[in-house]
């Protein structure tokens, strides 16, 4: 019975975290599409300028249209990242170590592909 009311909490956060970042990160890219189109005309997306990591968030604070739209991406690739935390949590909790293994095998490549992704 335990066990049960533990797996069905560690799925309820996990269900939470996908839930809530997908959400998030929606709503953060709809508000830089809000600013877009407030702003009016933009550059080519050839011209567009990724912003460095480091500097989004004073971006963001600017309201700058394409940083705020990329923060939403952000977290939107943030999310399966930090599901994977919360497993790596639960089946710790569980004292699963083959899981807690597994999961931060999927952890390590989940962030080594965000490395070489973002530079």
Known sequence: MAKRLAKESAERA???????????ATVVMAAGLVLTIARGPAPPLESARRTPVALLPRAVARLHPVAVTELGVFL????????????????ALERDVRY????LGVL????????????
């Open 14 to 24: 996990i269900s939470l975290v996908l839930r809530g970042g997908s959400l998030a």
């Open 76 to 91: 939107l690739i943030l999310t399966p990242i930090v599901r994977v935390l919360v497993a790596v949590v639960m089946f």
């Open 100 to 103: 807690v293994l597994i999961s």
């Open 108 to 119: 390590a490549i989940l962030l080594i592909s965000m490395r070489f992704a973002v530079g």
